[in-house]
């Protein structure tokens, strides 16, 4: 049996749901994605999870911090993830992104050595477990639109323009 903990925390672009231990995150969703959250860490243990309902103070001061206007806060946040190794190099390749700063698909996949992968790179986006900590809200179509985003393009926009980030819609 695993244990995860988790906690609920309000933030500007609602609520969020957290999975962690040890002051790391294993997941992250929004509250109208509860469903998605579960399902993504139950595939992820192949033994029964059990949750306890218990706050992480670091990971919540951190979060606290970036939306309060400490943009650079999300590096602070450890993250696990569970994926194939290509999904794990465009999750590090995004927070390799610095806040306040955008990169194309297609520059995404260039930077991880897969030259013509932009489109296994926006799958591997979308399957992201840990959205804005792993800031995959940073990547942007290569002709400056916003693209997608699984937890709805105003979350998207609301990011982007809170670490200042203009672009040409």
Known sequence: MTTLYFQT???PIGLLHIAHANDTVFALEFAEFQERFMGNLQKR???PITFQPAPNALIEENLAKYFAGDINALNLIQ???D???FQHD???G???IPAGQTASYQQLAQKIGKENGQRAVGAANGRNPIPIIIPCHRVINSNGKLGGYSGALWRKEWLLKHEGVVWVR
């Open 9 to 11: 925390i309000n933030s």
């Open 45 to 47: 243990h192949t033994s």
């Open 79 to 81: 993250t696990s993830t």
């Open 83 to 85: 994926g194939t190794p």
């Open 90 to 92: 465009v999750w590090q």
């Open 94 to 96: 995004l927070r390799a």
